[in-house]
């Protein structure tokens, strides 16, 4: 195994300025955009428990691989700290495009064996550019994490984090936007079984749109759980599968802002080898099927 790589290190300035928005801006270094804060406090957990810190994918999965509507293809491959099931490395590409581009993040850890950064370098060799990433995984004085950011030449994104009080997360706030647009802060907020294993239902709410979604699970554990960078990245997942245990087989969509209160299933199919672990899965209309490599 690979040791970890730390390409890049951002060093953050805070300068604090209350403007006529309301929002309160935090400078960043060497680039163009600044954060911004929500201006307001976030519920904080009685225990904490850092889960989407920790970067495990269970059973050490090497890759998985998206076929989508039979022509688009979509791989992840994933390398790890000697002896754990804790990522060092995840590789991104669409296979028809191997040789000129790939998206390779590299994952760095805190003395807590939390995430402290991971730094995502985009090159392509054909066309001779590359981008780069950063996503800072920010914890207060006791050591919660209150969000993550994302910073780039050209646009930024912020993740803040509320939870219940036994550390489950409770709702996420996000805002993703480029240079001369103003914040516009999405909200997911997040309902669990009575044991808290699994997210039961998502409401998703933005300035346009008001969507909920509910989810039913099988009784096999979920590969996913924990992996979490920001919400444009590591896609091979079915809804809320970075926080449940088990694995979504539907899921019943709403918009809340449809007059004729349309709902929409989805469902899903999971096979298993003989020692239990996730082969693929795919929707039940074939339309996208993800293979596991472990």
Same mark, same amino acid.
């Given at each position: 195994?690979?040791? #970890?790589?730390?390409? =890049?290190? &951002?060093?953050?300035?805070?300068? %604090? ?6 929002y309160e801006? $935090?400078?960043?270094?060497?680039? +163009?955009?600044?954060?911004?804060? =929500? ?5 904080? +957990?009685?225990? /904490? ?10 059973n050490s999965?090497?890759? #998985? ?18 002896? !754990?099931? $804790? ?6 590409? &669409? +296979?028809?495009?191997?040789? %000129? ?25 054909? @066309?001779?550019?590359?981008? /780069?990433?950063?996503? !800072?995984?920010?914890? @207060? ?14 646009? *930024? ?17 996000n805002d ?20 808290? $294993? ?13 969507? !909920? ?9 979920? +590969?996913?759980?924990?992996?979490? #960078?920001? $919400? ?10 970075? =926080? ?7 899921? &019943? ?35 996208? *099927?993800? !293979?596991?490599?472990?």
């Amino acid at each position: 195994m690979k040791n #970890i790589l730390i390409i =890049l290190i &951002l060093t953050i300035f805070i300068s %604090c300025n209350n403007d006529d928005d309301g929002y309160e801006y $935090t400078e960043i270094e060497n680039s +163009p955009l600044a954060h911004v804060d =929500l201006g307001f406090e976030l519920d904080e +957990p009685n225990i /904490i428990l850092n889960e989407l810190s920790k970067a495990e994918l269970k059973n050490s999965i090497h890759s #998985i691989l998206l076929v989508s509507y039979g022509n688009t293809y979509r791989k992840w491959e994933f390398e790890y700290l000697e002896n !754990t099931n $804790t990522l060092s490395k995840m590789v991104f590409y &669409l +296979p028809h495009y191997q040789g %000129c581009e790939q998206n390779i993040y590299d994952f760095s850890y805190n003395s807590l064996n939390l995430i402290d950064k991971v730094v995502s370098k985009r090159k392509n060799f054909c @066309n001779e550019y590359e981008v /780069i990433k950063t996503y !800072t995984f920010n914890y @207060n004085n006791t050591g919660l994490l209150k969000s993550i950011f994302m910073d780039n030449d050209y646009f *930024v994104e912020e993740n803040y984090f509320g939870y219940y009080p036994n550390g489950k997360i409770k709702e996420i706030y996000n805002d993703h936007r480029g240079q001369g647009s103003e914040p516009s802060f999405n909200l997911q907020k997040f309902t669990y079984n009575q044991t808290f $294993t699994n997210v039961t239902e998502v409401e998703q709410i933005s300035t346009n749109t008001h969507y !909920t979604y509910k989810y039913t699970y099988d009784s096999n554990p979920n +590969p996913f759980k924990d992996v979490f #960078i920001a $919400t444009s990245v590591f896609m091979p997942y079915i809804g809320p599968a970075y =926080l449940s245990e088990n694995n979504v087989i539907k899921v &019943l969509e709403k918009n809340e802002n449809n007059i004729y209160n349309q709902e929409f299933w989805t469902e899903f199919v999971f096979n298993y080898s003989s020692v239990n672990l996730l082969m693929n899965y795919f929707n039940s209309n074939n339309e996208v *099927v993800y !293979t596991i490599n472990q």
